[in-house]
Nanobody, 128 residues
Framework: QVHLEDSGGGLVQPGGSLRLSCAASGFSLDYNVIGWFRQAPGKEREGVSC????????YYADSVKGRFTISRDNAKNTVYLQMNSLKPEDTAVYYC?????????????????????WGQGTQVTVSS
């Protein structure tokens, strides 16, 4: 069983940046796909980005493409989400998630149903 702890959220002005971290314990490379999701009040949880820990391939939602970057440090068992040019519509609770998966496809790694382990969430608020 893997335990995920996500952190790094906070209050930032529009145009600002934040870096979220997803630190894992009990992590092996078997948990090869890590995703970042977000959930705004009254909305469903949606996929933001995901990464293959073995080779670094990644996917992004159209809404964050060009502004967010996902990366991993396997030595530290940590995955990061660098968020730049933040907008008020990025305001949400952000969650990381992990799964053992033989495939790395956009449709599966951006779906909440694919994941077996979740972090507790970290609040990101973009407001002036």
């Amino acid at each position: 069983q893997v335990h995920l702890e996500d952190s790094g959220g906070g209050l930032v002005q529009p145009g600002g940046s934040l870096r979220l971290s997803c630190a894992a314990s009990g992590f092996s490379l078997d948990y090869n796909v890590i995703g970042w999701f977000r959930q705004a009040p009254g909305k469903e949880r949606e996929g933001v980005s995901c990464v293959s820990r073995s080779d670094g391939r990644s996917y992004y939602a159209d809404s964050v493409k060009g502004r967010f970057t996902i990366s991993r440090d396997n030595a530290k068992n940590t995955v990061y989400l660098q968020m730049n040019s933040l907008k008020p519509e990025d305001t949400a609770v952000y969650y990381c998630a992990a799964v053992k998966s033989p495939l790395f496809l956009f449709t599966t790694c951006m779906s909440t149903r694919s994941y077996t382990s979740w972090g507790q969430g970290t609040q990101v608020t973009v407001s002036s």
